[in-house]
């Protein structure tokens, strides 16, 4: 079974400043697909993100980047000049690859918390 | 617009009660889904279904039921048999067989026990 594990329970970061919430997988598939969700207080799960792993490419939204290192299994997210309306939770994802469509395998989450 | 609608967004249970939470979507998907998440812990899949009249179980199915007999509606019953069903459940959809397609959520029912 696929699992997903971040390791940060809650970060700080200065508005404006830059910070990278960690996000690793075990998986013994080759084909698959990573996530980040934001879910602010409203509880709504917001899609920000996400690479497919046969990309090398690292993708990119807006302020918002990631690191894939598929060998070390670690994708990690990277906020860029944050600001107030990031702070949320952000939960990593995995979902198995092939032509069907499975559900998601979460971590836990990771609190993210603005210092204006 | 179109989207996922959940209701109600709050809903109680009394103990031996079933109880159905629904969800409804109009973005045309082939694939929805059934999470649960409890205080400080991430979404956990419940039931999903990839076409009308078929869905497979996920990580915690025990306790709960579905159903899939339109391609806009999966409601899920908890039933009694679930004996620790206070929680938030997220519905979701997806577009389906497709690459990397990402779900898209409902704005969550919140299920206490009176």
């Known amino acids: 079974a696929q699992t997903v594990t971040q390791s940060q329970p809650e970060m700080s970061v200065q508005e404006a400043e830059t910070v990278t919430l960690s996000c690793t997988y075990d998986?013994?598939?080759?084909?698959?697909?990573l996530f980040w969700y934001k879910q602010p207080p409203s509880r709504q799960m917001i899609l920000v993100i996400r690479q497919e792993a046969y990309k090398q490419q690292n993708a990119t939204e807006n302020r918002f980047s990631v690191n894939f290192q598929k060998a070390a299994k670690s994708f990690s997210l990277k906020i860029s000049d944050s600001q107030l309306g990031d702070a949320a939770m952000y939960f990593c994802?995995?979902?198995?690859?092939?032509?069907?469509?499975?559900?998601?395998?979460f971590g836990k989450g990771t609190h993210l918390i603005i210092q204006p | 617009d179109g989207g996922i609608t959940q209701s109600p967004k709050y809903l109680f249970r009394k103990e031996g009660q079933n109880v159905t939470l629904s969800c409804e979507q109009n973005l045309n998907h082939d694939a929805m889904y059934w999470y649960r998440q409890d205080p400080g812990q991430g979404l956990r899949l419940i039931y999903y279904?990839?076409?009308?009249?078929?869905?497979q179980k996920g990580d915690i199915a025990e306790g709960y039921s579905v159903s899939r007999e339109k391609k806009e509606s999966f409601p899920l019953t908890v039933t009694s048999a679930q004996k620790n069903p206070t929680a938030f459940y997220l519905c979701a959809s997806s577009i389906g067989q497709g690459i990397g397609q990402p779900q898209h959520f409902g704005d969550g029912t919140r299920l206490s026990i009176l």
């Open positions: 998986t013994s598939e080759s084909d698959y697909y």
């Open positions: 994802a995995y979902r198995r690859g092939g032509g069907g469509a499975d559900g998601l395998t």
């Open positions: 279904s990839q076409i009308v009249n078929d869905f």
